[in-house]
């Protein structure tokens, strides 16, 4: 399978889309927030917070660059993993590496469970200030990584909220 047709962009609100898996860009606690985290526990409904409450309950906060996975609720998708993006400072904690953790972990969470389709939104690219231009080749980077070293995903699609981003990707994908 060719991996330019495997990778999409689109812009719209992630919580329309009819996929297996949605990506939330969430926080630590997981109890949901602002941007597309609370879009995500607002259109899901109750189970995705459950959910989330049981995963804290077992194992504690979410560390920046881990993901964890719940059903999706009310949502179009069967499940929303989660994964805490790194708060931008001017790379001086190794943000990059972690934002990259967040695409892999993700990833990975998805290809284990049999998940074929998954969309990200652009992880920290909102209250967390990540630089949009370098957060978008992160991510494209770590997802065409994974991808020629699996076929267990069959098609990733970043759907971006904002023109911004969406001009981003729609560059560096070549559409």
Same mark, same amino acid.
């Given at each position: 399978?060719?991996?330019?047709?495997?990778?999409?962009?689109?812009?719209?609100?992630?919580?329309?889309?009819?996929?297996?898996?949605?990506?939330?860009?969430?926080?630590?606690?997981?109890?949901?927030?602002?941007?597309?985290?609370?879009?995500?526990?607002?259109?899901?409904?109750?189970?995705?917070?459950?959910?989330?409450?049981?995963?804290?309950?077992?194992?504690?906060?979410?560390?920046?660059?881990? #993901?964890?996975? /719940?059903?999706?609720?009310? %949502?179009?998708?069967?499940?929303? !993993? =989660?994964? $805490?993006?790194? @708060?931008?400072?001017?790379?001086?904690?190794?943000?990059?590496?972690?934002?990259?953790?967040?695409?892999?972990?993700?990833?990975?969470?998805?290809?284990?469970?049999?998940?074929?389709?998954?969309?990200?939104?652009?992880?920290?690219?909102?209250?967390?200030?990540?630089?949009?231009?370098?957060?978008?080749?992160? #991510?494209?980077? /770590?997802?065409?990584?994974? %991808?020629?070293?699996?076929?267990? !995903? =069959?098609? $990733?699609?970043? @759907?971006?909220?904002?023109?911004?981003?969406?001009?981003?990707?729609?560059?560096?994908?070549?559409?």
């Amino acid at each position: 399978m060719d991996l330019k047709n495997r990778i999409s962009v689109i812009q719209g609100d992630i919580t329309k889309i009819a996929v297996d898996a949605i990506v939330n860009a969430a926080n630590t606690s997981l109890m949901g927030g602002g941007g597309v985290d609370g879009a995500i526990h607002r259109a899901g409904g109750p189970q995705i917070l459950d959910e989330c409450r049981d995963i804290i309950a077992r194992q504690g906060k979410c560390n920046t660059g881990e #993901a964890v996975i /719940t059903k999706a609720g009310k %949502l179009p998708a069967d499940y929303v !993993i =989660h994964t $805490v993006g790194p @708060v931008w400072n001017g790379e001086k904690h190794n943000e990059g590496k972690l934002l990259a953790s967040c695409y892999r972990n993700s990833l990975e969470i998805a290809s284990n469970k049999g998940i074929k389709i998954i969309s990200f939104p652009n992880i920290s690219t909102g209250i967390y200030h990540f630089p949009k231009q370098e957060a978008a080749e992160i #991510a494209l980077k /770590t997802v065409t990584d994974f %991808l020629s070293g699996s076929d267990a !995903i =069959h098609k $990733v699609i970043f @759907v971006c909220y904002d023109e911004e981003n969406f001009s981003i990707y729609s560059k560096l994908i070549g559409t």
